[in-house]
Structure formats: C-alpha cells, structure tokens
DNA sequence: AAACATATTAATCATTTGATTAAAACATTT
DNA sequence: AAATGTTTTAATCAAATGATTAATATGTTT
C-alpha cells in the first residue's frame, strides 16, 4: 500500500512513463516514423508493457493524438470563450499565453498539422469547432468592434488564420528562420518575446478602417 | 532510337515514372509513412526497378527532398532578389505567385517542414541563405523604405516571418481551417484568391509608421 | 543475325517491427 | 503462509518492408 502510493507519487506510473515516452517521440517524429521499441527504451520500461498497458501502437497514438489536439485547440478555445475582457486585452492575452506555450510544447503543432494531413481522422469533426466559433463571445465582439468602426469589415476565417499564423509559423519554420536569421537558441527565444508586443500591436494596425 | 525518343518526349521514361510517383507520395505521407513499394505501384513499374535506379530509397528520397527545397525556398528567393520591381509591387507579385504556386502544391509546405524536422539535414545550411538575404536587393529596399519613413522600423526577420507565415498557413492548417469555416473546397479556393490582394494591404497597414 | 548492353520481371532474402506468450517477480487478499 | 491477482521480463512469432538475385525481355551495335 505504502510502496503504491510513493510509486504513484514520486515515480510516475509505468503507464504514465509510457505515455510521456510516448509523446515525446510521437511529437518529434510522428507516428511512422516511431517505432514501439523507441518509446519503451525511451520510458525505460520492457517493450511488452506498451501492448499490455495500450494493446497496440494504434491505441496509444490515438489516446496522444487526441490530448494533443486538445491542448493544441485548447487556447484558441480560450480566446474564443474568454468573457470578461475587453477586445484589446483579449487578443494581447491570447498572443502571449499561445506563445509561452508554444515555447514549452515546441514541437506540439508540427505534430499535428503533419498528422492530421495523412489521417482522415473524424477527430477534427468530433471537435466540432464551427459550432465553438459562431457560438463565441470572439465572434460576437469581433462584430461589434467592426460595428463600432474601431475595425475594418473582415472574414472572421481571414482574422483567425492570421493571428494564429504570426503565433506559430516560427516555431514551424524554426530551422529555417534559424538558419536564415543565423539566430542562436537565444536569439530565437528572444525574438519570440519580441513578437508578444509586436503581434497584438501589428494586428491592431493591420485591420483599421481607413 | 525513333521509339526511344518517343518514348521520353510522350510518355515520361521510367526514371521520370518513379521520381514523380516519389514525388507524390512523399509530399503526401513523408518518408517513413512511404513505402517502396506505394511508390512503384503510382509509378506503375516493378518494385526492383526503383532500386535499379536509384539504388535505395533514401538516395531517391534525398534527390526528391533536394527539389522539393529549392522549390520551395525558389519563391522566397525570387522575393529576395527581383531588380526591376519597386516595393509595393514586388510585395503584390510575391504574394500572389506565391499563392499560387501553392495551390497547385499544397503539400510541399508540410512537407518540407515536417521532414526539416526530423533530419539534421545539412541541406539548410548548403542552401546558406543568409548571404542570399542580406546581400539581396529586398534587404536593401528594405532599408529604404524604413528610412524613407514608409515603414515603421522591423527586423527583417519579423517582416519575413508574417509574410510567409499568412501566405502558408492556411495551407498548411488547411483541414482544421476548412472544419472551422465549414469550407466546401471552392470555398477555400475563393478565401486564397482573396488573399492575393487582402494580405499585400495588410501588409502595408501593419508597418504603417505612426 | 550474332553479340552485347540495357531494361524489366518474378521470386527470394534479411532485417525490422508490432505483437504475443509463457514464465517469473511482485503485491494483495484470505 | 497460502492463494490469488497484477505487473514485468525474456524469448519468440508473424507480417511488413527494403533490397537483391537470377532469369528474361528489349533494344543497340557490329
């Protein structure tokens, strides 16, 4: 009982080892190109525990699949739901929380993007976003400020696929930019805090009413 | 020597077959996703021929892979180095090409990304694009225009990121963009004819200098 | 046409890889 | 402590997959 319990607390559980491992390398090379025998050496763990805790490769991925999208979503789902911010503060708060985010989960939209590009994967529909979206408080102070003259009569789509562009095309494109920019990991990272100012700001501009 | 000439310029010979066929199928699935096997049933031909050919499927995917970067990156440079063009145009030209190559590629971008990803690749550091970028005209424009006072003051990194990353994601995130919006497929094809001319005005809006 | 070179095929090989099994180790209950 | 249930391990299997081989077909040169 004892033992249990500081298993559980101190050590993560084998299962939990397993899905960490299992992240890790699903994230950095995909589900292809994973093999079973990285994520059990990965975990630490015997290769027959990951059939036996998920019975196959399938089932763990799909469990992964599914919280990553989660968490992928989750914060444009905030920035869809938040309620009690004005239409500044809202977009100020999405584009830094995204950001931090992105710079602990770095490798989390590439996954996937890539991801959801082979697989016809009904995930995206179980998620039903369009509902989330029109349903929103976004959409409704997002009319109200075009209402109000403060912004230029835009596609909501068009809005949205450029704010979260700015966000996460760098850490899309980091090779790239990196070696374009001929930027050190800390020339990157301070970029990226750059952009928590830059991008609200440049939003704010790109959509006035002339 | 008439039936071998026929035979290149009508139907394409069969290094051709199976580069396009490779061609394909990488862009579509990526490398560990792609069997030999997938490759020489699009291309039509038996499977030892790939090897004949090409030896492995590594060396065939390291010449597809090579094109594709070049390709891809082809557009950028052409941004980077076109004389003749003042600023605003060449912004409008780059844009709209751009989109429009991409219409008929829509899986290069992912592609390229996703397997940049996983390979240290040294094929980035061989295209050694920040003597490209910073002897390049666009950098001097660049310059110009921000000491003209047309444009606020930017890194040029910045500039470069927003640029591509409006122009790519939405082919990039296409799936969840489409679920989102509810897109039939002439839906989505209209929101980018727009964007030819919506993202070089939101361009100049956002470097405005107050 | 004979000789030679090139291209193509079917069959097979060797390795990798996801999964299973049967036994052992460990923990829990009685 | 015996019995029972749960977790872990080493060994093994079966299928998938990249690659090769030896034979055949096709084309070219002499």
Avoid: C
Avoid at 27 to 36: I, Q, V
Avoid at 168 to 174: A, L, M, N, Q
């Amino acid at each position: 009982m004892k033992a249990k319990k500081i298993k559980q607390e101190v050590d993560p559980s084998t299962e939990e080892k397993i899905k960490n491992a299992a992240r890790i390398m699903f994230h950095k090379k995909g589900f292809a190109a994973t093999r079973t025998r990285d994520i059990a050496e990965e975990a630490g763990i015997n290769l027959a525990l990951l059939n036996y805790y998920f019975r196959s490769k399938e089932k763990l991925f799909d469990i992964i699949m599914l919280e990553s999208m989660q968490s992928f979503l989750q914060s444009v789902a905030m920035l869809l739901n938040n309620q009690d911010s004005t239409w500044d503060e809202k977009i100020e708060l999405f584009v830094s929380n995204y950001i931090d985010f992105l710079m602990k989960e770095p490798d989390l939209p590439l996954f996937v993007l890539s991801e959801l590009r082979s697989n016809p994967s009904s995930l995206i529909s179980k998620m039903n976003m369009k509902q989330l979206l029109m349903k929103s408080n976004f959409i409704k102070q997002f009319k109200e400020e075009i209402k109000k003259g403060k912004m230029a009569p835009v596609h909501p789509l068009h809005f949205l696929m450029n704010t979260v562009a700015m966000i996460i095309f760098p850490f899309i494109g980091r090779p790239i930019v990196s070696n374009i920019g001929d930027l050190k990991d800390h020339e990157f990272i301070e970029l990226m805090q750059q952009r928590k100012k830059l991008i609200p700001q440049w939003i704010k501009m790109m959509y006035k009413p002339k």
